[in-house]
Nanobody, 119 residues
Framework: QVQLVESGGGLVQPGGSLRLSCAAS????????MGWYLQAPGKQRELVAT???????NYADSVKGRFTISRDNAKNTVYLQMNSLKAEDTAVYYC?????????????WGQGTQVTVSS
């Protein structure tokens, strides 16, 4: 089992910045990748950014150049630095971890943290 706890969400004005954090605990060994996904009201959850165990990153087109995903292996924590925020970024952001169990990959999710971008 992997437990994920997000923090850092809140209310920010357009053009502002936030940094989301996701701390992993439990069976943290063999985590292949971690990432951030967003879910707006009435919409499907969608990828924001991912980072793999070797440091490779992937971003949704809508956030390229504005968001940066990073990790601190010593703290078992992944971050999402969100700059130049837009109203369209408003959503609940969920942390995800992909854990390799030897035969298949397990997906774990955090509880979500609300990000609201508004004047």
């Amino acid at each position: 089992q992997v437990q994920l706890v997000e923090s850092g969400g809140g209310l920010v004005q357009p053009g502002g910045s936030l940094r989301l954090s996701c701390a992993a605990s439990g069976s943290i060994f063999r985590i292949y990748a971690m990432g951030w996904y967003l879910q707006a009201p009435g919409k499907q959850r969608e990828l924001v950014a991912t980072i793999t165990s070797d440091g490779s990153t992937n971003y949704a087109d809508s956030v390229k150049g504005r968001f940066t995903i990073s990790r601190d292996n010593a703290k078992n924590t992944v971050y999402l630095q969100m700059n130049s925020l837009k109203a369209e970024d408003t959503a609940v952001y969920y942390c995800n971890a992909v854990h390799y169990g030897g035969k298949y990959y397990d997906n774990y999710w955090g509880q979500g943290t609300q990000v609201t971008v508004s004047s």
